[in-house]
């Protein structure tokens, strides 16, 4: 997943003593558009580094989070861009494998924390211009005192199993992402995660289901998520009755009829995966 990074490591411990080097790296966003270049032979990411700006103020620096030994930062305002680097669409990162993969990874969390600095310029209870909190990664008001914490949406990926048959259910969303998924959705308020897995298999395809499972994590900065993956049985009825405002395929598939993702960075692929190569015992352990 795009988390495994090991033999690195992320440590996102806010820290409030770094002050950006020369030779710390830049991540700086334009809407949906990140400052890096590519070594096309290599397939290899280069991010600029604080040396390459010239005249920079180092105050519209914000530290982000050490990977593999280096340390990240956000740029916060415009500057000329260094020569070799350009903003290209930030879904570039995500239609091929590039390395390090450390960098990707740092690119998926770095722009979940430019959403949210971006988003929480202003105090949302009087409208004065928050301020940076020096103790923690927070986004303070100085008038009133409100303060506001990076924002993580939880969701749920849901592997839906027949034991009988030995088969899960894959869909395909309506719009956006083409390729094959399973049934996911956000908690909502008030709702445990093990309710919503259950009312978004009822929502999507129409399902009752009995003995939910928790699998595994991942974070996914793009959408600002915590996703969490669950393996859980049809219960009763099998007919699939689709939501066809919101996925254009939904249907029970065999170990061997699965279509993997073109790339293997998300949950949902890794359960599709445990799935294709090990049937339905697998999701039980």
């Known amino acids: 997943m795009i988390q495994d990074i090991y033999p690195q490591r ?46 920079i103020d180092k105050g519209t620096l914000y530290y982000l989070f050490n990977a593999g030994d280096e340390n990240f930062f956000l740029l916060t ?19 091929e494998y590039l390395s390090p993969k450390h960098y990707v990874f740092a690119a998926f969390t770095a722009y979940q924390l430019s959403e949210w600095y ?3 310029r202003l105090c949302g209870k009087c409208g004065s211009p928050n301020e940076n909190d020096k103790r923690e ?39 956006g992402f083409g390729h094959n998924a399973l049934v996911a959705g956000f908690t ?13 298999v009822m929502e999507e395809v129409g399902l009752k289901v009995r003995d939910i499972r928790y699998y595994k994590s991942q974070p996914w900065g793009v959408a600002s998520d915590i996703l969490m993956g ?15 405002s ?14 993997l993702q073109p790339l293997d960075y998300s949950l949902t692929n890794e359960m599709m995966r445990l799935f294709k190569e090990n049937g339905y015992n697998a999701t039980k352990k």
């Not at 669950?230 to 699939?240: A, M, N, Y």
Request: aromatic share 10%.
């Open 10 to 55: 992320m440590v996102n411990s806010f820290v409030t003593d770094i002050a950006p080097g020369d030779g710390d790296l830049v991540l700086s966003f334009k809407g949906d558009e990140l400052l890096f270049g590519v070594d096309e032979d290599k397939k290899e990411i280069k991010y600029p580094k604080v040396r390459d700006f010239k005249g």
């Open 77 to 95: 305002a415009d500057e000329e861009q260094p020569k070799g680097y350009g903003y290209r669409k930030f879904r570039d990162l995500r239609d």
């Open 118 to 120: 971006t988003v929480t």
């Open 137 to 175: 990664r927070a986004r303070i008001c100085p008038k009133c005192g409100n303060k506001i914490y990076p924002r993580i949406n939880p969701a749920v990926i849901i592997g839906v199993t027949n034991p009988s048959t030995n088969q899960i259910i894959l869909t395909r969303y309506r719009t």
């Open 188 to 200: 909502e308020i008030g709702e445990t995660l093990e309710e919503t897995v259950a009312r978004e």
């Open 230 to 244: 669950f393996f859980c049985d049809v219960d009763g009825d099998t007919e699939i009755r689709m939501d066809e």
């Open 246 to 259: 919101e996925l254009k395929y939904a249907e029970w598939v065999s170990p061997e009829d699965i279509v």
